[in-house]
């Protein structure tokens, strides 16, 4: 379970993040209010900065976790974690959605891997649900999204408690048969020398038509009567790590 201090933080953390990808949302689909800048998170800790936080500028290739021999450092707890993105349809219309089951690990070597099932998808309707396995996503082909990078974990061992870091991953995502390689800004919150917050500093935005999505949106748009679904698509995450 965590603490009290480690609950209040979330708390604060979905709702800055909530208001965030709405900014983004609104620039990238169509008039709104202009982005703005990282939210500011309320916290007790010290937020360590350095003028580069580039963890490694090289691409890692996808880990298979469930055939790696890697040894592991952290594993994820899924009870306390989450993953959810936002898709917009009819240009203003904002929904939030999320998937219930995925997993992740740290290793030894500070790769890391995660794996989406991509049937796990919780739009909140039960037929949008099955519309995005079978049109979208079409699960009976690809039936997962692997990511993969790199952590400075060095650099975390050295935080104390309450500490929040900033990192840039160069991340690896396979995704629909189409491995892309794109730059994600995390931040790292260590609630205790065992257990640890790794959490989007902003939203992953990802570009559907760069995974060959392009035939799914156009079938969804058809058998819902949309007139648009946005092809950018934030992805936020909060994934707690116990060491192992």
Request: aromatic share 6%; with cysteine; proline share 2%.
């Given at each position: 379970?965590?603490?009290?201090?480690?609950?209040?933080?979330?708390?604060?953390?979905?709702?800055?993040?909530?208001?965030?990808?709405?900014?983004?949302?609104?620039?990238?689909?169509?008039?709104?209010?202009?982005?703005?800048?990282?939210?500011?998170?309320?916290?007790?800790?010290t937020v360590i900065s350095n003028t580069d936080n580039t963890v490694s500028s090289e691409?890692?290739?996808?880990?298979?976790?469930?055939?790696?021999?890697?040894?592991?450092?952290?594993?994820?707890?899924?009870?306390?974690?989450?993953?959810?993105?936002?898709?917009?349809?009819?240009?203003?219309?904002?929904?939030?959605?999320?998937?219930?089951?995925?997993?992740?690990?740290?290793?030894?070597?500070?790769?890391?891997?995660?794996?989406?099932?991509?049937?796990?998808?919780?739009?909140?309707?039960?037929?949008?649900?099955?519309?995005?396995?079978?049109?979208?996503?079409?699960?009976?082909?690809?039936?997962?999204?692997?990511?993969?990078?790199?952590?400075?974990?060095?650099?975390?061992?050295?935080?104390?408690?309450?500490?929040?870091?900033?990192?840039?991953?160069?991340?690896?995502?396979?995704?629909?048969?189409?491995?892309?390689y794109i730059s994600s800004q995390v931040e790292v919150f260590k609630l205790s020398e065992?257990?640890?917050?790794?959490?989007?500093?902003?939203?992953?935005?990802?570009?559907?038509?760069?995974?060959?999505f392009g035939d799914g949106i156009d079938a969804l748009k058809a058998i819902a009567n949309?007139?648009?679904?946005?092809?950018?698509?934030?992805?936020?995450?909060?994934?707690?790590?116990?060491?192992?």
């Amino acid at each position: 379970m965590l603490s009290a201090t480690a609950s209040t933080f979330l708390k604060r953390l979905s709702t800055a993040l909530t208001l965030f990808s709405v900014l983004i949302l609104s620039a990238c689909g169509g008039g709104g209010t202009e982005s703005e800048n990282n939210p500011v998170i309320e916290q007790s800790g010290t937020v360590i900065s350095n003028t580069d936080n580039t963890v490694s500028s090289e691409n890692i290739p996808v880990i298979d976790m469930q055939e790696t021999d890697k040894a592991v450092a952290w594993q994820l707890k899924p009870a306390s974690s989450q993953i959810n993105f936002q898709s917009v349809k009819n240009t203003h219309i904002v929904e939030s959605h999320q998937f219930d089951v995925f997993d992740a690990l740290i290793f030894d070597d500070a790769t890391a891997a995660m794996e989406i099932d991509l049937s796990s998808v919780n739009t909140g309707i039960e037929l949008r649900d099955e519309r995005l396995q079978s049109l979208l996503f079409d699960i009976t082909h690809f039936s997962s999204v692997k990511i993969s990078n790199k952590i400075d974990l060095q650099a975390i061992e050295v935080m104390s408690i309450g500490d929040i870091k900033p990192q840039t991953l160069q991340t690896t995502i396979e995704l629909h048969g189409v491995t892309q390689y794109i730059s994600s800004q995390v931040e790292v919150f260590k609630l205790s020398e065992d257990k640890l917050i790794v959490r989007s500093a902003a939203p992953m935005m990802i570009d559907a038509l760069a995974f060959a999505f392009g035939d799914g949106i156009d079938a969804l748009k058809a058998i819902a009567n949309l007139a648009s679904i946005a092809t950018t698509v934030p992805v936020e995450f909060t994934l707690v790590f116990e060491r192992a």
